[in-house]
Nanobody, 131 residues
Framework: QLQLVESGGGLVQPGGSLRLSCVISGLTSDNYAYGWFRQAPGKEREWVSCISGRGISRNYADTIKGRFTISMSKDNAENTVTLQMNSLRPEDTAVYYC??????????????????????WGQGTQVTVSS
């Protein structure tokens, strides 16, 4: 059974940086896609960034492109998916969720980066950007 544990959220001033991490255990192969999504109060969940199982393909939402970077590292049976967030803005305030799904077509999943394609989710971590 997959387990996703997020960390790294917090309060930061506009223009600051945060680094979110998601440790994923229970993986059985490289055939997964990974993503970060967020949900602000009163708004629907939206996609932020996705990365393929081998890190070959990455996709970013226009709202964060050039400011956020997704990466992935492997350590035995665990993968860590990281979201480096720079130049944060108040509108980036949200609960950020890590997600993963098994797939033989991870590049396609990353290309669309739809939350409906992801089966397993973390508990979320709060990011607040405020002065």
């Amino acid at each position: 059974q997959l387990q996703l544990v997020e960390s790294g959220g917090g309060l930061v001033q506009p223009g600051g940086s945060l680094r979110l991490s998601c440790v994923i255990s229970g993986l059985t192969s490289d055939n997964y896609a990974y993503g970060w999504f967020r949900q602000a109060p009163g708004k629907e969940r939206e996609w932020v960034s996705c990365i393929s199982g081998r890190g070959i393909s990455r996709n970013y939402a226009d709202t964060i492109k050039g400011r956020f970077t997704i990466s992935m590292s492997k350590d035995n049976a665990e993968n860590t998916v990281t979201l480096q967030m720079n130049s944060l803005r108040p509108e980036d305030t949200a609960v950020y969720y890590c997600a993963t799904t098994p797939t033989l077509h991870s590049i396609l999943v990353v290309n669309y980066c739809r939350d409906s394609d992801f089966r397993s989710w973390g508990q979320g971590t709060q990011v607040t950007v405020s002065s």
